[in-house]
């Protein structure tokens, strides 16, 4: 048996149940950006429901040059379709012991590259070891990159740190428009959601635990809440 099977069979009572799609664009106007790992599923830490937001996961979480160029379309498309329309938000969430981490090795890193892969000065930029410094640059990217400069200045972006030990999602940056967002001074989280914790943390596929401590790094991220209530009345007018 396949590993997907139980996912077909599961398919089966969606499929079963499903009531008619909602419109293509996210209902709540939010566009996530969020780590692949299996631990930060928005659906069980945020509690994002079908329909609600666009998910864009990769490696950490990062903003690289394919989500951009997605970005990019889903700008084009706002620009030209529904110009008149809110634009969205964009949520850029890092994590805690997050297996990026792993670039910061060199052996690993060298192989990487020598197989294919981004080169070795790429890929350590890629490792996140604080996610409240990587949130940051990664902002920063979205809010200099070509591609996006004729309608990134209408999004809010906002900065987030999810700490896997802890459940808690803080605020990095709030949310704001370009010259808005700001790094949270607070040094007290306030927390927007928190995910009950059914087993110990593990630090294995996705856990760089070890590497952190012989890298002298460690996590800082500064907390505010998130919010992502939008008035339902406006659900419409998006078409991505």
């Known amino acids: 048996m396949s590993n997907f099977t ?24 939010l566009y996530l950006i969020i780590c692949i790992d299996p631990r930060v599923e928005p659906a069980a830490v945020l509690g994002v429901r079908l329909g ?23 700008v084009h498309l706002h620009e030209n379709k529904t110009p008149d329309a809110d634009w969205f938000e964009i949520a850029v969430i890092h994590h805690t012991d ?32 604080e996610p409240s410094k990587t949130v940051q640059k990664d902002i920063a990217k979205l809010r200099a990159a070509p591609e996006l400069a004729s309608g990134i200045g209408n999004i809010k972006i906002g900065g987030y740190a999810y700490d896997l ?15 808005h967002g700001r790094p949270c001074q607070s040094r007290s989280a306030t927390t927007f959601i928190e995910v009950p914790l059914r087993r110990p943390l593990l630090s294995g596929w996705g ?13 800082s991220p500064l907390g505010d809440s998130l919010s992502t209530t939008r008035n339902p009345a406006d659900r419409h007018r998006q078409i991505w």
């Not at 079963?16 to 709540?28: E, I, S, V, Y």
């Not at 803080?170 to 704001?176: A, K, N, R």
């Not at 856990?207 to 460690?218: D, Q, V």
């Open 207 to 219: 856990g760089i635990g070890l590497l952190r401590s012989r890298a002298g790094n460690g996590e």
């Open 165 to 179: 030990g802890t459940g808690k999602i803080t605020t990095v940056v709030q949310p704001g428009r370009a010259g």
């Open 98 to 129: 997050c297996g990026s981490g792993f670039l910061a090795d060199d052996d690993l890193r060298a192989g990487y590259a020598a197989r294919g892969g981004w080169d070795e000065q790429t890929s350590l930029e890629m490792a996140v070891l």
């Open 52 to 74: 609600e937001a666009s998910v864009a996961r990769n490696v950490g979480g990062r903003v690289t040059p394919a989500v951009i160029k997605d970005l990019a379309w889903i």
């Open 6 to 29: 139980p996912y077909l069979e599961r398919n089966q009572a969606f499929a079963a149940g499903r009531r008619p799609p909602d419109p293509a664009h996210p209902l709540q106007q």
